[in-house]
């Protein structure tokens, strides 16, 4: 007889008898429960084939032991300490979109680096303030912007790179971004912030023979780069938004932590997350949907944070943050308005296209060659799915400058095979290692779509 | 709004991307949606059409004339042999670097685990391994990659009764790589001929390689490798590594992480991109609206859910492995559409208590119309404009028949065919 056929047995509850007592075997704590995670694991291996930094570097154990393995063994060992390889995940997350079995491992690895950070990492090492001021970049731009022009030629300046090089191990071989002259939030209130949005918005629904009173209202999630380095890039998001008759606002906001997760300093990224998630989720309570440019930006606010951190608000605003692209599609006809359009400026030319990692786990790695395929005077070619190898602040350090150039090879190799020599892409940091590594413009989706339906 | 096509694909195994290349190419507006990365990173590269019959007779020398006898629900049945046929020449414009299109006869190959399996197409990197060819064989393991044990593998195939010679031996992997180097560190170097060091001088390692293996050598004309041998540019690994040792080199096929799976999921994403389909990974499709047609589709972001709609849809989710049918104790079904999946009340009845028995829950799949629409469980299709394909479907034991690859490409051709035509 089987035991569905036994009528005592009950396999819902558990038939235990008086004498069992439970053990908790892991004992209540705050951390997020990566357990079901772990277990979920069935070692395929497919993480591991994912892992840009594994296929350069075999001394690096790889996603599979980074994440359910290393997880395992804090849990066995209470002295386990986590291993040192931690630092060498770039935080690409890609393993994350190979795993069949949804294990959560670029979690496991961010709450794995905080960790080593935290108890393993000395607080007077230069390495330590080497990757605080890094991932802290948004401190820095801040001064720098005060005086661009000068931030611009000291921070490019032969002997300053020298020393901070030598010292800090900020590799030589590197140009840094430039500092606009204007901000975009400086810009953004010339213009007459989220009011004078307001009627120009009501304008262009006027223009579009839609209700003067529709509800569309953005909030921006602008980042650091495109504020204080590419604010071309943001003043483009706003014209396109407003095309369509969107209000946007420009809310308050910090760093969105990617630099910052990438290095293993939680505690400031939680301190950015906790004034993001605020600001945003009271304009989300009101109706707005918060909206980043940037590929990583997004990522942080849909997945980072709510895998991260317990604060009020958090998932609605996972819920309603989307990229500036993938919103229109989903809300406009933007396919039908951009087979209408052509461009006749300067961006009419052929672009070859990078996906950066993080685009790719929100679905969004096809969405520019799909769209622009279209365009008339515009051609894009996608050059393949490696990954450019900078990885935010990675590919900033002396000791990963080599492997981060090893590892963006293969797309320099497509670049150049490409009919363009204009490159493009949604992430600030991909751009810049796609022009250190070609020489190639790089510029920004929103930009070509600017050209193309924006009168 | 929803982010429209005419045809949407749900699944990027090989069922959902033979069905999307195949509605592209008919002219459909074309987007595949894949939750994960494609299942063919865990297929060892090998595609058979079928290798036993359900009752185990086998290896069948022709897959074609067997299949008019198979049971009336198996997918083969339901398509017809010629749409295999025609399914089968899809496959072969668009897998160039395949091979065994010439013939509709099974090839032999020899496997990692030391079978010899029968099969109806193979890349070319395992061309020079048949097991067909009389000719001697070297097989040469990497002492740091323990899944590929050669002289193990070789006694296993001597055992098998292989009409040639076959020796077995391990060598260290230039630059002595760390025992849990992943396959793609293997493949960079030798594609690269990166540069490694070997007894303090600094070498190529797909040159050093080749010298290692020439001292084991005796005169096998043929040599075989773990499938790590190169990645974008196999066909130059080979080439070269055969030039240094006089003999033609093949990869035996391996499970999971699998290169030849992954250069045949890159070669099926460029034909559908070159086709004009469009295509998207990371999310899951969660849910749907309509009634006796499907109105969109639900994708799930961070618990925003995306819609996305099409004309016709095709269900390519996979089975019982693949998550396109869930079971649990109370009963089996299909996750997306809740679509009829045909399995006996008492779950006692799924299973054979012999581990290697014929088991009920092999079939488990929904049971489709002639056109694949899945069925209710009073024989009426589910949605009128959607179209199941690959393991989803019941009726077949591809791991027993040997027949997974072939159901996935000529129901995927034939659902995206169909697909196409209605969408127009």
Redesign the interface.
């Known amino acids: 007889m ?1 035991d ?2 036994d009528p005592s047995f009950d ?1 819902v509850a558990p038939n235990t008898g008086d004498s069992y007592e439970p053990v908790d075997v892991f004992p209540d704590s705050d951390d997020f429960d990566l357990r079901p995670g772990a277990d979920s694991c069935y070692k ?3 993480c ?4 840009p930094v ?6 690096f ?2 996603p599979k ?1 980074q994440g359910p393995e290393q997880w395992r063994l804090k849990q066995t060992d209470d002295d386990y300490e986590i291993d040192d390889s931690i630092t060498e995940c770039s935080n690409c997350m890609r393993c994350d ?4 079995s949804g294990v959560p491992l670029s979690q496991m690895h961010n709450t794995a680096r905080g960790q080593y950070v935290d108890e393993q990492m000395s607080k007077f090492s230069l390495k330590y303030w080497r990757n605080r001021i890094l991932a802290n970049y948004r401190t820095s731009a801040r001064l720098a912007s005060i005086f661009p022009r000068t931030a611009n030629f000291a921070m490019n300046f032969g002997p300053v790179r020298w020393v901070m090089d030598k010292t800090m191990g900020i590799p030589n071989e590197r140009d840094f971004p430039a500092f606009a002259t204007e901000t975009f939030r400086k810009w953004w209130q010339k213009q007459g912030g989220a009011d004078a949005s307001r009627e120009r918005a009501r304008e262009a629904r006027e223009r579009r023979g839609e209700p003067r009173d529709a509800d569309k209202k953005i909030a921006y999630f602008h980042g650091c780069y495109s504020n204080y380095n590419t604010p071309e890039v943001a003043k483009a998001l706003v014209h396109v938004y407003e095309h369509f008759g969107y209000e946007v606002v420009v809310p308050e906001q910090r760093c969105s932590g990617t630099p910052m997760f990438a290095n293993g300093m939680l505690d400031d990224a939680r301190r950015g997350a906790k004034v993001n998630v605020s600001s945003f989720a009271d304009l989300i309570e009101q109706g707005y949907d918060a909206i980043a440019s940037c590929t990583s930006c997004s990522m942080a606010l ?2 980072e944070y ?1 895998e991260l951190f317990d604060i009020d608000g958090v ?1 609605a605003v ?5 990229e500036s692209i993938e919103y229109l ?5 933007l ?1 039908g308005e951009i087979e209408d359009a052509d461009v006749s400026d300067e961006l009419a030319k052929e672009f070859a296209y990078h996906a950066p990692c993080h685009a ?8 520019a060659v ?1 769209l622009f395929r279209d365009l008339d005077n515009v051609g894009i070619e ?1 050059v393949g799915e490696s990954c450019s190898g900078i990885s935010g602040t990675y590919g900033w350090k002396s000791e990963k400058y080599e492997k981060s150039m090893k590892i963006g090879e293969e797309m320099f190799e497509h670049m150049e095979h490409a009919e363009g020599t204009t490159g493009m892409t949604e992430c600030p940091t991909c751009a810049m290692q796609m022009e250190h590594g070609t020489g190639y413009e790089v510029r920004h989706p929103l930009e070509l779509l600017e050209a193309a339906i924006v009168e | 709004m929803a982010i429209e096509s005419d045809v949407l694909v749900i699944g990027g195994g090989l069922a959902g991307l033979t069905s999307a290349i195949t509605a592209a190419r008919e002219g459909a507006h074309v987007r595949l949606l894949s939750y994960k990365q494609s299942t063919l990173r865990q297929a060892s590269g090998l595609v058979d059409v079928l290798g036993y019959t359900p009752e185990g007779e086998g290896p069948l020398t022709d897959p074609y004339e067997a299949i008019p006898a198979l049971p009336d629900s198996h997918p083969y049945r339901i398509v017809g042999v010629d749409t295999v046929r025609e399914a089968m020449g899809l496959f072969d414009e668009v897998a160039t670097d395949y091979r065994g299109g010439h013939t509709e006869t099974n090839a032999l190959l020899p496997t990692h685990g030391g079978t010899v399996k029968p099969t109806a197409r193979y890349p070319a990197g395992a061309a020079a391994g048949i097991a067909s060819d009389d000719r001697d064989v070297l097989l040469v393991g990497f002492q740091s990659m323990t899944d590929f044990d050669a002289p193990h593998v070789a006694a296993h195939l001597r055992a098998a009764g292989v009409p040639f010679d076959v020796r077995g031996v391990t060598v260290e992997f230039p630059g002595d790589l760390k025992a849990d180097a992943k396959v793609t560190r293997y493949a960079k170097l030798l594609e690269h001929n990166g540069t490694v060091s070997v007894r303090g001088n600094e070498q190529g390692a797909r040159d050093a390689l080749a010298a290692r293996v020439n001292r084991e050598q005796e005169d096998e004309p043929r040599v075989g490798f773990p499938a790590v041998l190169g990645d974008e540019d196999a066909g130059g690994v080979r080439a070269a590594l055969g030039e240094k040792l006089g003999a033609e080199i093949f990869e035996v096929p391996s499970g999971p992480p699998s290169l030849p799976g992954l250069r045949l999921e890159d070669a099926m994403f460029d034909a559908l991109d070159a086709a004009g389909g469009n295509f998207e990974s990371g999310n899951p499709v969660v849910d749907y609206d309509g009634g006796d047609r499907i109105e969109q589709v639900y994708v799930e972001k961070n618990g925003a859910k995306i819609p996305v709609s099409a004309n016709e849809y095709v269900l390519a989710t996979g089975g019982l492995v693949g998550k396109g049918v869930e079971s649990d104790r109370e009963g089996v079904r299909e996750p997306i559409f809740d679509c009829h999946v045909p399995h006996p009340e008492d779950r006692y009845e799924w299973f054979d208590l012999d581990v290697f028995g014929d088991h009920p829950f092999a079939l488990f799949g929904v049971d489709p119309d002639p056109e694949l629409r899945p069925l209710t469980a009073d024989g009426d299709p589910e949605f009128e404009n959607l179209r199941a394909a690959g393991s989803v479907l019941g009726g077949f034991d591809f791991a027993a028949e040997k027949s997974g690859s072939g159901v996935s490409i000529a129901t995927g051709y034939h659902a995206g065919t169909v697909a196409a035509q209605e969408a127009r």
Request: charged share 40%; proline share 8%.
């Open positions: 089987s569905a056929e396999p395929c291996s497919i591991d084939t994912n892992c594994a296929e350069v570097d075999d001394d154990p790889g032991f979109d190979g795993c069949p849909r997945k709510p998932d996972a819920e309603n943050t989307f599609r989903i809300h406009e006809d396919k790719r786990n929100q679905g969004l790695e096809r969405q799909e996608d």
